[in-house]
C-alpha cells in the first residue's frame, strides 16, 4: 500500500488557501475542530472531549470518520504522551497521523499558532487562542515543534508547513502543496534526539488518561524547560 500524504488543517486564517486545491488520490485531509467546514471532502475530523456538539458536522459523507479522544490518546502515548509532545490539537493531530496513518508526508496549514491583536484570529473571524493558555505543555511551542518533526523525520516521514504566514510558531520547513510528493524526511543530530528522549524518561511525566492537567501539581515546569532546550539544541536549521 501507497504511503499516504496527510494534510492537517487548523483553524488559522489560512487554511482558507486549501479550499481550492485539487486533491491527489495519494492525499488525505484531517480536519482539526472547525477547519472541517473549510472543505467538504475531508476524510478525519479530530477533536477534544470539550469541542462543542453544535460545532460538529450534523452529518458524514461516506469514508468520512470522526476522531476522538478514545482514539487519539492511545497513539499519543506511543510517542511520549501529552507533557513532552505538547498539548496542542496541532500536535495532536500529527501525532494520531503519524501513528495511526503511517504516511510518507504530513503537511500542516492553518497551525501556524499566532494570533494577532488585529485581523482574524482563525479563518472564522475571532476565536480563542487555545494555545496562549497557561498551561505545562505550552512553554515552549518551538521545542514542542522540534520534537514531533524529529519523532515523525525518525519514522520516515517529511514534515513541513503550508503556511505563507509571515509568523509562525512551527519549526519545520516551509513547502508548495506541488512540492509534497518529493520530499524526503529531515536529517537530524540523532544522538540529541536519543538525549532529549533519555531525559524524558527519566521525568517520567507521563499520564496514561492523558487528562495531564489533572495531575499538574506533580510536573516541575523547570524540568520540562530544560527538556525543551535539548529538543531545540536537536535541529540544525530550524526553517528553511
Known amino acids: 500500500m501507497t504511503r499516504k ?17 485539487p486533491r491527489k488520490s495519494s492525499e488525505l485531509f484531517v480536519a482539526i475542530n472547525n477547519a472541517w467546514r473549510v472543505r467538504n471532502d475531508w476524510d478525519f475530523l479530530i477533536h477534544p472531549e470539550d469541542f462543542p ?40 493531530a500529527g501525532y494520531w497521523a503519524l501513528g495511526a496513518l503511517k504516511p510518507r508526508v504530513i503537511a500542516m496549514i492553518g497551525c501556524d ?5 488585529k485581523g482574524p484570529t482563525h479563518f472564522y473571524g475571532h476565536g480563542k ?11 515552549s511551542l ?22 505563507t504566514a509571515q509568523r509562525t510558531r512551527l519549526t519545520f520547513p516551509t513547502a508548495c502543496h506541488s512540492e509534497l510528493e518529493k520530499l ?23 499520564v496514561p488518561s492523558g487528562r495531564y492537567w489533572e ?16 529538543w531545540l539544541d536537536a535541529v540544525e536549521h530550524r526553517k528553511s
Do not use: H
Not at 497513539?75 to 509532545?85: D, H, K, L, P, S
Not at 524526511?185 to 540529541?192: A, L
Open 53 to 92: 456538539e453544535n460545532r460538529r458536522p450534523k452529518l458524514l459523507r461516506e469514508g468520512q470518520r470522526i476522531v476522538g479522544a478514545k482514539d487519539y490518546v492511545p497513539v499519543q502515548n506511543e510517542f511520549g504522551g501529552f507533557v513532552y509532545a505538547g498539548g496542542t490539537m496541532a500536535f495532536t
Open 113 to 117: 499558532m499566532v494570533y494577532p491583536d
Open 142 to 163: 518551538e521545542a514542542k515543534s522540534v520534537r514531533f518533526w524529529a519523532l515523525a523525520s525518525r519514522a520516515g516521514c517529511a514534515v513541513v508547513n503550508l503556511s
Open 5 to 21: 500524504t496527510i494534510i492537517v488543517m487548523g483553524s488559522g486564517p489560512g487554511v482558507t488557501k486549501s479550499q481550492n486545491v
Open 215 to 230: 495531575e499538574k501539581s506533580n510536573f516541575d515546569p523547570k524540568v520540562v524547560d530544560a527538556i525543551d532546550r535539548l
Open 129 to 139: 487562542a487555545d494555545p496562549l493558555r497557561d498551561d505545562i505543555t505550552l512553554r
Open 184 to 206: 524526503r524526511p529531515t536529517q537530524f543530530k540523532e544522538n540529541r534526539v536519543d538525549k532529549a528522549l533519555q531525559a524524558e524518561a527519566a521525568a517520567n511525566y507521563f
